[in-house]
């Protein structure tokens, strides 16, 4: 079964701190995404990522910032965490086709508390 | 540019009733829709999507929705609704870019014993 497996389910940080939260694919999939959700306004793209070494902003890039190294990995990191970053962060991968859009795959979701 | 709306943040039907989540989408070429299931402090789970084939599509735990052109929407029904049908439901549209997918609110269903 194909997966997207986000290192934690649960965090809190402290306001300040530099927090990663790591996203890994095993689809070898060429596009991968972060997305922030919060409740009444679904959910927001923060970055993507359709090739190693490259990324796009999304909506909501401030305070956020992304790093890929590998094909399989997309880290989300918030330089300096602040209490308006607390969410639930999921990451999603795709694959290209030329002949359809096959949509995204969801991993569980981090739930980041910032105190 | 896409874009899509869910009516009602929440819906409350009784076991065994029919369920119907509205989904309106706008899009600005051919659109693929999805929908997509979110169980507590979980991922989204993808429920069924439509992409240029029937227009009324299957998907999983007996859900199924239709793509209607001319009203621009993608309705999700289950003729019977189970206890375990209570979730969060999130209706996604695209143009077929791989970073263009656009999701709605959400729409919270309540099944009621």
């Known amino acids: 079964d194909v997966k997207v497996t986000q290192s934690s389910r649960y965090l809190v940080k402290r306001t300040g701190e530099k927090v990663f939260l790591e996203c890994v694919q095993d689809?070898?999939?060429?596009?991968m995404f972060w997305y922030r959700q919060d409740p009444g306004l679904g959910l927001r793209l923060i970055y993507f990522s359709y090739d190693v070494k490259m990324k796009e902003k999304g909506d909501i890039p401030e305070g956020y910032s992304v790093s890929r190294e590998k094909k399989e990995r997309f880290s989300l990191i918030l330089e300096s965490a602040s209490t308006n970053q607390t969410s639930m962060y999921l990451c999603a991968s795709s694959f290209v086709d030329a002949r359809t859009f096959y949509g995204y795959t969801f991993g569980s979701g981090t739930r980041l508390t910032v105190v | 540019a896409q874009s899509v709306t869910q009516l009602g943040s929440h819906v409350s039907v009784s076991e065994g009733a029919l369920v119907l989540l509205r989904c309106n989408y706008s899009?600005?070429?051919?659109?693929?829709l999805f929908w997509y299931v979110q169980y507590p402090n979980q991922g989204l789970q993808l429920l069924l999507k439509y992409t240029s084939a029937a227009t009324l599509v299957k998907g999983i735990n007996g859900f199924e929705a239709e793509f209607k052109k001319s009203e621009t929407s993608f309705h999700l029904t289950k003729p019977s609704a189970h206890m375990s049908d209570a979730a969060e439901y999130f209706c996604a549209v695209s143009g077929g870019n791989n970073n263009d997918m656009r999701f709605g609110a959400g729409t919270r269903l309540t099944v009621k014993p």
């Open positions: 689809m070898d999939h060429e596009n």
């Open positions: 899009s600005s070429v051919p659109p693929y």
